[in-house]
């Protein structure tokens, strides 16, 4: 089955830049999208397709991807941004896979 | 606006069957697949299968195959997710979300707002 590892915190001051990884073998062949969730809340779409923003995601959340590694970045990193995050791609053998998770903490 | 909600939370018996509903408004409901995905507490997101509205076709994760069901109501916007036979490790709020498809890649582009599942004697 295929497996994505994140790390589980990620710490970041506000105003700073924030990148959260995503490893998977050769993940740079696949679409990967990007999942913010708060405590208590539903998952919200926050990047698709790599790079791509849903309408109403501010432009300071993007994303990349190449190698064996995605990455998430929140650039000017605000209280608000505080949750988890969560990468996810399709696997012709194991369909939807979810990373492991990373909790942000705004410091 | 798209809004899926979903039906309250259960309390179920070890052995027994739960059936969650996701109500579907906002857009048209056979257009897109419906997708199942479970979090026990604090743990992360566990994908369980998708189904189509549109001709009921579904697919589930090798881990639930045989002990969960996706239907729909196409009168109603609803869609369903039973899984039979619950231990306590089923325990875990239930979320349906849209999938959303673009040149064959599939986002989760809508959430319900979860269903808490709780099997416990």
């Known amino acids: 089955s295929y497996v994505l590892t994140q790390p589980p915190s990620v710490s970041v001051a506000p105003g700073q830049t924030a990148r959260i990884t995503c490893g998977g073998n050769?993940?740079?062949?696949?679409?990967v999208h990007w999942y913010q969730q708060k405590p208590g809340q539903a998952p919200v779409l926050v990047v698709y397709d790599d790079s791509d923003r849903p309408s109403g995601i501010p432009e300071r959340f993007s994303g990349s991807n190449s190698g064996n590694t995605a990455t998430l970045t929140i650039s000017r990193v605000e209280a608000g941004d505080e949750a988890d995050y969560y990468c996810q791609v399709w696997d012709s053998s194991s369909d939807y896979v979810f990373g492991t998770g990373t909790k942000v903490t705004v410091l | 606006q798209v809004q899926l909600v979903q039906s309250g939370a259960e309390v179920k018996k070890p052995g027994a069957s739960v059936k969650v509903s996701c109500k579907a408004s906002?857009?048209?409901?056979?257009?897109?697949?419906i997708n199942w995905v479970r979090q026990a507490t604090g743990q992360g997101l566990e994908w369980m299968g998708w189904?189509?509205?549109?001709?009921?076709?579904?697919g589930y994760a090798q881990k639930f195959q045989g002990r969960v069901t996706m239907t729909r109501n196409t009168s109603i916007s609803t869609a369903y997710m039973e899984l039979s036979s619950l231990r306590s490790e089923d325990t875990a709020v239930y979320y349906c979300?849209?999938?959303?498809?673009?040149?064959?890649?599939?986002?989760?582009?809508?959430w319900g707002q979860g269903t808490l599942v709780t099997v416990s004697s």
């Open positions: 906002g857009y048209t409901f056979t257009s897109y697949d």
């Open positions: 050769n993940i740079g062949s696949k679409s």
């Open positions: 979300a849209r999938g959303r498809s673009i040149f064959g890649v599939v986002s989760f582009d809508y």
């Open positions: 189904m189509n509205p549109n001709s009921g076709n579904t």
